[in-house]
């Protein structure tokens, strides 16, 4: 019998795996530029991100196909290593306002991870419409977990009805990355700045609250 196939299935297992891997230097390559171009250095480009991975502005091109392509992997990438796909462990809290301070301190982490690389990943993205549609799009998600929680908090007759789009739109701010970049700056750590948040989080349900 021929061994044609488990090889073949063996040689496409590998090189899936090289590719990859050379798929995450790239993605990591392009945080690195970023970063530089948050602290005013070369602007962001196939070939710089190419240079900085060591292989060619065609294999880029090849992988992600455009800017945005890449950016938005730089994102999902970032995102995931950062953990916010413990939105979905929040979004199991029985108690909705623990569920919103859970999405609080997920998304301050995820700036945390480095807000000046992310910034300089909006930056960056916001010459480019299709990008900025994509990230308005996932920042429309975030909108909509609070709302949906809000929505709990009215059904649990703790959230007047209607301070109910007031709530969604104070925590959507709150959780953002240009007001968590803002208190982090200086000499406040990420805790107390993630503290901060949560705290005017607080403030802000306990303003809705039925009385």
């Known amino acids: 019998m021929s061994s044609d196939g488990p090889k073949r299935r063996y040689v496409s297992a590998k090189r899936a795996a090289a590719s990859e891997a050379n798929d995450a230097r790239i993605v990591e390559a392009a945080f690195v530029v970023l970063q530089r171009v948050a602290e005013g250095g070369e602007p962001f480009s196939l070939e710089a991100v190419a240079k900085e991975a060591g292989v060619t502005r065609l294999t880029v091109h090849n992988r992600f196909g455009s800017r945005r392509g890449l950016l938005e992997a ?12 413990r939105v979905a462990q929040a979004m199991a809290q029985p108690d909705a306002e623990a569920a919103i301070l859970m999405v609080i301190s997920v998304f301050c982490d995820f700036w945390a991870s480095d807000h000046r690389g992310l910034g300089g990943l909006v930056v960056t993205g916001a010459a480019d419409p299709e990008f900025v549609e994509a990230m308005r799009a996932r920042n429309e998600r975030r909108r909509h977990i609070f709302g949906v ?16 789009a007031d709530l969604v739109d104070i925590l959507f701010a709150l959780s953002s990355m ?34």
């Open 74 to 85: 730089v994102f999902d990438s970032r995102a995931a290593e950062a953990g916010l796909q």
């Open 149 to 164: 929680l809000a929505g709990r908090l009215v059904e649990a007759g703790r959230l007047v009805p209607e301070k109910r």
């Open 178 to 211: 240009p007001f968590y970049a803002t208190l982090a700056n200086g000499e406040r750590s990420a805790e107390a700045a993630k503290a901060l948040v949560s705290g005017l989080a607080q403030a802000a349900i306990a303003g809705g609250q039925v009385h």
